[in-house]
């Protein structure tokens, strides 16, 4: 029996060192915030008011995790008009508003066609 010999040039291959399979929190966070955009959990367009600040312990709307009061809160404000106007809030970790930024500003591009945008009033 010496089948063993047969096997010994082969080696195993080694398992993938940190290959793609591993997502960073960022690419994840952008995949969130673009799947919040497309149910329309999130809006799409520019905010009209930004705030930063240190945060209150509100769950952050990205992350689900609270904004310590360490870190850096970005609150955004939509004014809503029509049926029921009113204001829309949300409270993000300063790289969780990066990542929906970046993928906001991703689906205005690939969208193209914008049938209209909102007025600028720069103060
Ligand atoms: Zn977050």
């Known amino acids: 029996m010496d089948g063993e010999s047969r096997d010994s040039g082969i080696s195993r291959d080694p398992p993938p ?3 793609a399979s591993q997502m960073s929190d960022e690419g994840a966070l952008r995949e969130k ?3 919040m955009i497309q149910a329309g959990q999130l809006p799409d367009r520019r905010p009209d008011r930004t705030w ?3 945060g209150v312990g509100a769950d952050c ?3 689900r995790v609270p904004v310590k009061r360490d870190e850096v809160e970005f609150e955004i404000e939509f004014t809503r008009s029509g049926d029921n106007p009113g204001l829309d809030t949300y409270q993000f ?3 969780c508003f990066a990542a929906w930024e970046f993928e906001r500003q ?3 591009l690939a969208g193209g ?3 209209e945008r909102p007025t600028e ?3």
Do not use: F, K, M, W
């Open 17 to 19: 060192a940190n290959g």
């Open 33 to 35: 915030a673009r799947e």
């Open 52 to 54: 930063g600040g240190p």
């Open 61 to 63: 709307t990205i992350c």
């Open 93 to 95: 970790h300063i790289r």
């Open 106 to 108: 991703n689906l205005e």
């Open 113 to 115: 066609a914008i049938l």
């Open 121 to 123: 009033t720069l103060p």
